[in-house]
T-cell receptor, first 114, second 115 residues
C-alpha cells in the first residue's frame, strides 16, 4: 500500500495566522482526501483533491478557509487560514490505493491554535 | 451512506479472541462492509472488508450475517497493540466520478486490551 508522509506532525500556532500542511505520497495516486479530527471526535471529510481539477469541498468547509493545492499525482497541501482555537484538530491526508477499494491514511498533523 | 451502530467501548483480555459487533439494518445490496482501526496518535488503517461472504486476512476475520444487517470483526488473539478505535463503515460498490470514494466515519468502538 501507499506510504504517506505528512508535515508538520504537530504545530502550535497563534490565532489569526495560517498554516500549510503537506502530504507526500510514495506513488502516484488519483484520489487524495483531507480529513479533520477534532479532539475526542471521529473523522470528518474536508475535501477531495484530484490532480488537474479544483478540490471538491464537503458541506461546512469552504475554499477560502481551507485552500488546497494538488500540483501533481504525489503531493498535496492543505492550508488552514485565519486560524482560531476552534481549528485545533488533527488534519489527515488520505489516498485511495490503486486497484484496491481501501484508503491509506497519513499519521496526521496535530494543530493547536492559541 | 447507510448508518452503522457500534458499541462505544469494549474490553478484552490479552491473547483472548475479541468479537466487535456492528449493526447496519439499512444496508443496501451494493454496500460493502469496511473495517478500519485507529491506533493512538496514528491515522486510521484498513483492516478488512467484505460484501456477503465471510472474509479472512492476516489481521482479522469478518463474519457477515446472512441477512447482512449485522457483521462482526473477529480478532483471534488480542494483543496490546490491538488497542484502538475500530470503525465499521458501509461503502457502496457502485461509485462514479473521481471524487466519490470518500468514507464516512462514525464514532467507532474503543477497544481496550487488558494485560
Amino acid at each position: 500500500s501507499a506510504v504517506i508522509s505528512q508535515k508538520p506532525s504537530r504545530d502550535i500556532c497563534q490565532r489569526g495566522t495560517s498554516l500549510t500542511i503537506q502530504c507526500q505520497v510514495d506513488s502516484q495516486v488519483t484520489m487524495m482526501f483531507w480529513y479533520r479530527q477534532q479532539p475526542g471526535q471521529s473523522l470528518t471529510l474536508i475535501a477531495t483533491a484530484n490532480q488537474g481539477s479544483e478540490a471538491t469541498y464537503e458541506s461546512g468547509f469552504v475554499i477560502d478557509k481551507f485552500p488546497i493545492s494538488r500540483p501533481n499525482l504525489t503531493f498535496s497541501t492543505l492550508t488552514v487560514s485565519n486560524m482560531s482555537p476552534e481549528d485545533s484538530s488533527i488534519y489527515l491526508c488520505s489516498v485511495r490505493d490503486a486497484g484496491a477499494n481501501v484508503l491509506t491514511f497519513g499519521a496526521g498533523s496535530r494543530l493547536t491554535v492559541l | 451512506d447507510a448508518k452503522t451502530t457500534q458499541p462505544n467501548s469494549m474490553e478484552s483480555n490479552e491473547e483472548e479472541p475479541v468479537h466487535l459487533p456492528c449493526n447496519h439494518s439499512t444496508i443496501s445490496g451494493t454496500d460493502y462492509i469496511h473495517w478500519y482501526r485507529q491506533l493512538p496518535s496514528q491515522g486510521p488503517e484498513y483492516v478488512i472488508h467484505g460484501l456477503t461472504s465471510n472474509v479472512n486476512n492476516r489481521m482479522a476475520s469478518l463474519a457477515i450475517a446472512e441477512d447482512r444487517k449485522s457483521s462482526t470483526l473477529i480478532l483471534h488473539r488480542a494483543t496490546l497493540r490491538d488497542a484502538a478505535v475500530y470503525y465499521c463503515i458501509l461503502r457502496d460498490v457502485f461509485y462514479s466520478g473521481a471524487g466519490s470514494y470518500q468514507l464516512t466515519f462514525g464514532k467507532g468502538t474503543k477497544l481496550s486490551v487488558i494485560p
